[in-house]
């Protein structure tokens, strides 16, 4: 794989709770110049994300209930609704881990179906973040089926902040318990290009990371 073809794949991503808004013009442009698919910033940032590549292809995502999950549904939606109004092309949800290990199925259920509602009602997609290395696979595969149930766009591993990131076997456990309509997000310590490589060869459509030019290099070196 070439780096002009990975590009195609990366969420080029700032998060960090110091983020400033010369952080997001760097960010911007690195995508813009790099033919990222998207930047994904914090949701303060998400109308000047859009102001500065308006003028190019770039897709804008941002987090919503980041980085915990446990916000109420109601506060999520809100949350999406802001950010849509804002510029957002994609919403990268974190479900409720609480409710997941506290086996509230119903309410689990009902968080994931509001949100994936309130984006795609507006043509946005939705990006379910699980945080994998939080949860067992009984807990993966009973989610990977309400996401089937509710129809979301992507399902995404982790948010990097908590437990492990993306790991291989996690990728390949999503991917055989999920129909093949919804796709995924491989997110959390991906740092280098061989890394990001196995990512995709196991199922990954998209990859969400900070170190998106160190990959692209790196990529390069291995041609």
């Known amino acids: 794989m070439k780096g002009k073809q990975l590009t195609a794949y990366i969420d080029h991503t700032i998060l960090k709770v110091d983020t400033r808004k010369t952080d997001i013009r760097q960010l911007c442009d690195e995508a813009e110049a790099n033919k990222f698919y998207a930047v994904c910033v ?28 446990y916000s109420s549904t109601p506060s999520k939606a809100a949350e999406i609704h802001k950010a849509i109004d804002d510029g957002a ?4 949800v974190v479900i409720n881990i609480s409710a997941v290990k506290s086996k509230d199925w119903n309410y689990v259920e009902n968080d994931i179906k509001t949100v994936a509602l309130a984006t795609q009602m507006k043509g946005k997609i939705i990006k379910v973040i699980l945080e994998t290395g939080l949860l067992n696979k009984k807990e993966i595969k009973k989610i990977c089926e309400i996401c089937a149930k509710a129809g979301v766009n992507y399902v995404k591993t982790s948010t990097g902040f908590h437990g492990e990131g993306a790991k291989l076997k996690d990728i390949e456990y999503l991917r055989a318990n999920l129909p093949n309509v919804i796709k995924i997000k491989a997110s959390g310590g991906i740092r280098s290009a061989k890394k990001a490589i196995k990512m995709i060869k196991a199922g990954a459509t998209r990859l969400g990371t900070s170190a998106s030019i160190k990959i692209i290099k790196g990529i390069e070196k291995m041609s």
């Open 42 to 69: 914090p949701p303060y940032f998400v109308h000047s994300a859009s102001i500065m590549l308006k003028d190019c292809d770039v897709k804008v995502a941002t987090v919503i209930g980041f980085p915990f999950g």
């Open 89 to 92: 092309d994609e919403l990268d």
